[in-house]
């Protein structure tokens, strides 16, 4: 009981591998995804504040690192069936919610309740934070497909997944997103010219859409 719990069930991440049911050439963790969605985030805050944008670091830290948590209960629903719908996709996070709200009721000392109800809330919202963590988020499941793409894997979804994380940035107006779109993206675009997938056309498709 107590934190006891929610430190051993932290080790459920790592057994959750992402995109499942689909050929990889390398398995990801949601734990794996977790820690390089606070890395992402880093540097697109430092983007943000170089262009004279407060950051609250603090909540940010908080809403990256714990982002994923409720997918201990639910486990990780591929994208285009947790997108398939608003309304399905809002009746998963009731779901995902409900079950993170029970696990801290059950599990966590009555001082700390507060707390954890903050950190593990859904985190992406209209704050600057919040857009970060969309963008952070959907970064890693570019960087997912792309190596995947990279690779020659024919499988549909990680077009679909690099596609739509595409269209889905660079609809968000941030500083850090205009930087990617300009100075970083060039470069992958670049670099998976190799591939025998045509990942410039596809890239070009996402960004005209």
């Given amino acids: 009981m107590g934190i006891h719990t929610y430190f051993q069930s932290l080790t459920d991440l790592e057994r959750i591998i992402r995109c499942p049911g689909k050929f990889k050439f390398q398995e990801h963790s949601v734990s794996a995804h977790?820690?390089?969605?606070?890395?992402?985030?880093?540097?697109?805050?430092?983007?943000?504040?170089?262009?004279?944008?407060?950051?609250?670091?603090?909540?940010?830290?908080?809403?990256?690192?714990?982002?994923?948590?409720?997918?201990?209960?639910?486990?990780d629903i591929k994208t285009p069936v947790k997108h398939y719908s608003l309304e399905l996709r809002s009746m998963?996070?009731?779901?995902?919610?409900?079950?993170?709200?029970?696990?801290?009721?059950?599990?966590?000392?009555?001082?700390?309740?507060?707390?954890?109800?903050?950190?593990l809330r859904e985190g992406k919202d209209d704050s600057v934070e919040g857009q970060i963590l969309e963008v952070a988020d959907k970064l890693d499941q570019i960087y997912e497909a792309f190596a995947e793409l990279q690779r020659g894997n024919t499988e549909k979804e990680f077009i679909v997944m690099y596609r739509s994380a595409l269209i889905k940035i660079k609809g968000i107006k941030l500083h850090c997103v205009a930087y990617f779109l300009q100075h970083i993206l060039p470069d992958m675009v670049s670099e998976g010219a190799r591939s025998p997938i045509d990942i410039a056309t596809i890239t070009n498709e996402a960004l005209a859409s």
Avoid: C, N
């Avoid at 430092?46 to 670091?57: P, R």
């Avoid at 996070?93 to 903050?118: C, L, N, S, T, Y």
């Fill in 34 to 75: 977790s820690w390089k969605v606070v890395q992402y985030a880093k540097t697109l805050a430092d983007i943000e504040e170089s262009h004279g944008v407060t950051v609250d670091w603090k909540k940010l830290y908080e809403i990256t690192s714990s982002h994923d948590y409720g997918e201990i209960f639910i486990g």
């Fill in 92 to 119: 998963l996070q009731q779901v995902e919610e409900g079950m993170v709200a029970h696990f801290i009721d059950e599990h966590i000392p009555e001082e700390f309740k507060p707390i954890f109800r903050r950190q």
